[in-house]
Nanobody, 128 residues
Framework: QVQLVESGGGLVQAGESLRLSCAAS????????MGWFRQAPGKEREFVASIAYTGSSTTYADSVKGRFTISRDNAKNTVYLQMNSLKPEDTAVYSC?????????????????????WGQGTQVTVSS
């Protein structure tokens, strides 16, 4: 079992930055890819970023590439999402997710079905 708790959301103005954190429980965190997804009101959940369990590879949605950075600290069981140059269209509930236990395969995943555990989410609101 892996439990995920996000923090760091809030209300910011366009152009500002936020750093989201996702703290994980459980001993298999370091063997799971991690991802961030978001869901805006009235829209479907969408992929934001993913990081392999080694931290050696990352993948981003085109809409956030160059502005967001995903990272992880396996010693702290935590994954981060640094969000810079925020735009009003980034407003959403951001959730982190833990991938399936695959200790022999270091990869990133963009589809929700590849993730086994989900956090409750944290609200990010960007005003114009």
């Amino acid at each position: 079992q892996v439990q995920l708790v996000e923090s760091g959301g809030g209300l910011v103005q366009a152009g500002e930055s936020l750093r989201l954190s996702c703290a994980a429980s459980g001993r298999t965190f370091s063997s799971r890819a991690m991802g961030w997804f978001r869901q805006a009101p009235g829209k479907e959940r969408e992929f934001v970023a993913s990081i392999a369990y080694t931290g050696s590879s990352t993948t981003y949605a085109d809409s956030v590439k160059g502005r967001f950075t995903i990272s992880r600290d396996n010693a702290k069981n935590t994954v981060y999402l640094q969000m810079n140059s925020l735009k009003p269209e980034d407003t959403a509930v951001y959730s982190c997710a833990a991938g399936k236990f695959r200790p022999l395969l270091s990869s990133t995943y963009t589809e929700g079905k590849e993730y086994e555990y989900w956090g409750q989410g944290t609200q990010v609101t960007v005003s114009s």
